[in-house]
């Protein structure tokens, strides 16, 4: 949890704001409450920007989006997991390299716009493949990656990023993790990451805007959160998309985030560490006014306040007792969210 003083709010000292896209400014085409208010209050003190897993689209068709959200955004502003797997095939295959790729316009322009040339069947001998995400992704795409993959156990293979699932306007759908997983399956190995959780798309973006502070907003733990950690950056979970509290309290510890946010206002709101208190065999955590104990493995509530005071102060009775949450009996109330 972040060590912060009373008044300290978690948007204090940073000189950069990344943010991710799905689930943190929008869900499909529909805006996260309250997430354009609170960024376009954020740019008014810090640079902003965002990072983005998604490749199905370009970093321009994102900015006009984000636009139309009601957002100030130019696409130079967009660093997307197709701009880092094509740093990373860079170093693998010589320029001007043909490569098979499954994905979409998001991935095939920046193949392109690095001078890559583009196909979409393992019989036109390709020097690599390169796989994303897009809604147009069919069996026969995942077949000529296979064959490809197959034909030449040493070709590199890229994938934009691995993530299992997608929040959509209707809910949750598959990711790329699950078409890659397909592919794995097939081949027999795992691709190179280039997107979260891997730090290469968080230091291009540190790289092209600045900032000795940057501060990662994003709602998954195993992506958002293990990458900015990794990559050294302030981390903070918004609990507006994937990740829930159960996740929460029961993440390792290099996905735990620094701050927990109900949405993008609590940036603005002062956050205070949680305090201890030992007495008489009980743990005793403050989170704001909830208050949560720790005895004998016990986790429980003694005081209720606000979801996200809550689920701030059991994680840090969770996370403090140095155990795995299936050692502990931890009471439902704890984890629950509304």
């Known amino acids: 949890m972040a060590r912060s003083t009373e008044q300290a709010r978690p948007l204090d000292g940073a000189d950069l704001l990344l943010l991710d896209l799905d689930g943190v400014v929008y869900a499909g085409s529909a805006p996260i409450p309250h997430a354009v208010d609170s960024i376009n209050r954020a740019q008014q003190a810090v640079r902003v920007a965002y990072l983005t897993n998604n490749a199905s689209r370009t970093d321009a068709t994102v900015a006009a989006q984000l636009t139309e959200l009601g957002l100030r955004v130019s696409p130079d502003e967009i660093v997307t997991s197709p701009q880092a797997a094509v740093t990373v095939l860079a170093e693998q295959v010589p320029e001007g390299s043909m490569v098979l790729v499954v994905g979409g316009e998001g991935l095939t322009s920046e193949l392109e716009k690095a001078g890559f040339t583009v196909t979409r069947s393992a019989e036109d001998g390709p020097a690599a493949v390169v796989q994303g995400f897009h809604p147009s992704v069919a069996w026969t795409d995942l077949a000529e990656a296979s064959y490809a993959l197959r034909a030449d156990p040493t070709m590199p ?5 691995t993530d299992w699932t997608i929040p959509q306007t209707r809910g ?14 097939v081949v027999g190995r795992l691709p190179v990451v280039a997107g979260k959780p891997e730090r290469a798309i968080f230091d291009a973006a540190v790289a092209r ?10 709602d998954r733990l195993d992506t958002d959160i293990v990458g900015a950690n990794r990559a050294g950056q302030t981390s ?7 990740d829930g509290p159960k996740q929460v309290l029961a993440a ?19 956050y205070p560490a949680p305090t201890v208190e030992q007495k008489r065999g009980t743990t005793r955590i403050r989170s704001g006014r909830a208050v949560v104990t720790v005895a004998d493995d ?19 009775a969770i996370w403090g007792t140095g155990k795995p949450i299936y050692a502990l ?8 969210w509304s």
């Not at 293979?157 to 990023?161: F, H, K, L, Q």
């Not at 949750?172 to 399956?185: D, Y």
């Not at 390792?252 to 002062?270: G, I, M, N, T, V």
């Open 157 to 161: 293979w890229i994938a934009t990023n």
């Open 329 to 336: 009996d931890v009471a439902a109330e704890l984890y629950s």
């Open 298 to 316: 016990a986790v429980r509530l003694e005081r209720a306040s606000e979801p996200i005071e809550i689920l701030r102060a059991a994680a840090a």
């Open 236 to 242: 903070a979970l918004v609990m507006t998309g994937i």
């Open 252 to 270: 390792e510890k290099d996905s735990r985030p620094h701050y927990l946010l109900a949405d993008l206002r609590d940036l603005f709101q002062p």
């Open 209 to 218: 805007f600045g900032g000795d502070h940057p501060l990662f907003v994003g």
């Open 172 to 185: 949750i759908a598959p990711g790329n993790g699950t078409l890659v997983s397909a592919v794995h399956t």
